[in-house]
């Protein structure tokens, strides 16, 4: 209470407020901030929100989009350094480890402005002054609810900034499907909608504007791509640089790919491996007895939800899908033994 106490009290004269998210910021992440954003200029600050890289466009309908700046743009990059040096607080959303912003993560280190962690994931780095942090919470848009309205202005959720805490809940709880999709979690959207959240026009913003070469690409990669192992209760895509290319990527057309594959009867493990300039990135994803963030962590310099979780890896595409068939089936009475990872 002392600690909101005084996150509260910063809050109550008008300040430059920086806020950002991870890279590649998905629609928790983004909507979060613009969330945010939206809520704290009606109380009166100038905000500015920065991502560390570009994100998809099946996002861009979120109120301030417009005024985002990427980091990784030349036009933007000066601007955003510019407003992170004024800035009085800075707010870092989604992201609970510095590491995750890249190059802003060590300006953010050297900043002497007031540091607020909002976020809901797992092993959380010391670097801010107040943190609201819960791994109960499905989504970090749940978190900026409850800040707000403990915050006493639920008043000020407008219907805009309903929709982009509404965005964030839905795609984490992967369309009300996962596991933690809580008792919180429909109460919280119960009040979005009141507020104005328009539930069938969200869905169809971000589930159906696809391109014609992104339906193309799932349909190739589900067709050529996919690997199912039953033996091991794993199946997987393999998506390279070709592959990419040959479809037209943008950033975003790989969203979602890898629950077809845990879709599967008797899969627990899927994953994407995507060959890109800098590296295998990989997405885990498993079945609720398997924490595949522990796995992510412990192979592939990754982390995230039990059931949900990144890594990378610097080999080859070819060595990096030896080394995961290798590790998961050396590693089955671990990953799959309910018992054993039962527990978060």
């Given at each position: 209470m002392e600690a909101l106490a005084s996150f509260k009290k910063e809050l109550s004269s008008p300040k430059k407020i920086f806020i950002t998210t991870h890279v590649k910021p998905d629609a928790d992440a983004l909507g979060s901030s613009?969330?945010?954003?939206?809520?704290?200029?009606?109380?009166g600050h100038e905000v500015t929100v920065v991502t560390p890289s570009d994100y998809p466009s099946f996002l861009y309908w979120m109120e301030g989009n417009d005024s985002v700046l990427d980091f990784t743009k030349?036009?933007?990059h000066e601007l955003a350094k510019k407003a992170l040096k004024n800035a009085e607080m800075i707010f870092?959303?989604?992201f609970s480890v510095l590491g995750r912003v890249d190059e802003l993560g060590e300006l953010i280190r050297q900043s002497e402005a007031y540091i607020v962690n909002i976020d809901h994931h797992q092993d959380p780095e010391d670097f801010a002054?107040?943190?609201?942090w819960s791994?109960?919470?499905?989504?970090?848009?749940?978190?900026v609810y409850e800040l707000i309205v403990e915050l006493g202005d639920k008043n000020l959720i407008d219907?805009?900034?309903?929709?982009?805490?509404y965005a964030g809940i839905m795609t984490d709880t992967g369309g009300f499907r996962h596991p933690n999709t809580t008792k919180n979690v429909h109460l919280v959207v119960?009040?979005?909608l009141e507020l104005g959240a328009n539930a069938s026009q969200i869905a169809n913003w971000i589930y159906d504007s696809n391109s014609v070469n992104r339906l193309k690409f799932i349909g190739f990669a589900i067709s050529r791509r996919l690997i199912v192992r039953e033996d091991i209760h794993t199946a997987y895509f393999a998506i390279s640089k070709k592959d990419l290319k040959k479809y037209q990527s943008r950033t975003g057309d790989t969203e979602g790919l890898v629950n077809y594959a845990l879709s599967l009867d008797g899969i627990k493990l899927a994953a994407l491996f995507s060959e890109r300039e800098d590296g295998i990135k990989i997405s885990f994803r498993s079945s609720p007895e398997v924490a595949v963030n522990k796995f992510a962590a412990s192979y592939f310099n990754g982390g995230g939800h039990k059931n949900a979780a990144g890594g990378?890896?610097?080999?080859s595409l070819k060595e990096t899908l030896e080394k995961f068939e290798s590790l998961v089936e050396k590693n089955q009475e671990e990953l799959f033994h309910h018992e054993a990872l039962s527990a978060d």
């Open positions: 613009l969330g945010l954003a939206n809520y704290l200029i009606k109380k030349q036009e933007d870092c959303l989604d002054d107040f943190r609201y791994t109960e919470a499905a989504a970090t848009c749940e978190l219907k805009a900034t309903a929709e982009c805490l119960a009040e979005l990378k890896s610097e080999s």
